[in-house]
């Protein structure tokens, strides 16, 4: 009987309407705290913009179990995360490769991944030649 009032109905949508706010604003800041993390180069500017846009739109959905919707963790600590799991999971093959049930070994492959995924973006944050 409730669920059906009328009251309650425009309480829900003032609620999703104040969700949806809070939402674009966090996005907004999470994809700054992105642009700042990435730190490229003047030379990649429009890279920057892109690789932001697409990390926003994969870590920040509700529901999308990434660490950007943890709220044990700073938002620029969140960005950090986020933009090496992007680029684990998109720009390596760590989806692809198998790995030997032996305690640790996924933890070691992360570890290389993260390894190759700094000196990548250690290349583009310095303006040298990128040939990925």
């Given at each position: 009987?409730?669920?059906a ?25 999470f ?66 490769t ?26 583009y ?8």
């Amino acid at each position: 009987a409730q669920r059906a009032d009328p009251k309650h109905q425009k309480k829900l949508a003032q609620v999703k309407v104040r969700r949806e706010a809070k939402e674009t604003v966090f996005g907004e800041d999470f994809q700054q705290a992105i642009i700042q993390f990435l730190n490229f180069d003047q030379r990649y500017h429009l890279l920057v913009e892109q690789l932001s846009k697409l990390i926003k739109g994969h870590a920040v959905p509700i529901g999308s179990g990434t660490v950007a919707r943890s709220s044990s963790v700073t938002l620029d600590d969140k960005a950090a995360l986020a933009v090496m799991a992007w680029m684990r999971h998109q720009a390596g093959a760590y989806d692809s490769t198998s790995v030997a049930r032996v305690k640790s070994a996924r933890r070691e492959l992360r570890r290389q991944i993260a390894r190759q995924s700094e000196r990548i973006l250690a290349k583009y944050r310095s303006g040298d030649d990128v040939d990925y």
